[in-house]
């Protein structure tokens, strides 16, 4: 699976999460190496790096700047589902490594 040039949003989060369906994830592909930029909602600026493996799979670092102007950091696993509709949904299992160290949930669907 390539992610290159796809655009993601949240449809669904735990409640100690910081993204809403107002944030976008803007990921670029080069080989196995996934990056993100994204921003919106309670998110000011967020960046995000990770591996992608054979089935999809991506295991990445993230951190981003939150409205109240808090740096935050974290690590996630993301695994994709194509969707009824035919878009990619990438189900995340995820935990703050700032913070209250917290572990929380998403579904982000492709845009």
């Known amino acids: 699976m390539n992610y290159n040039n796809k655009r993601f949003r949240p449809i669904r989060n735990t409640k100690n999460a910081e993204t809403s ?9 080069e080989g196995n190496i996934l990056t993100s930029a994204y921003e ?9 790096i990770g591996l992608v ?4 799979t991506i295991e990445m670092r993230y951190h981003q700047v939150n409205k109240d102007g808090v740096l935050m950091t974290g690590i996630c696993t993301s695994r ?11 189900h995340e299992s995820w935990q703050w490594t ?3 160290n917290s572990k929380g949930n998403s579904i982000l669907e492709e845009l």
């Open 21 to 29: 369906e107002e944030t976008i994830f803007c990921y670029t592909q």
């Open 40 to 48: 919106g909602g309670g998110i000011l600026k967020g960046h995000l």
């Open 53 to 56: 493996d054979e089935a999809g």
């Open 80 to 90: 994709p589902q194509i969707a009824p509709n035919g878009k990619i949904r990438l």
């Open 98 to 100: 700032s913070g209250n």
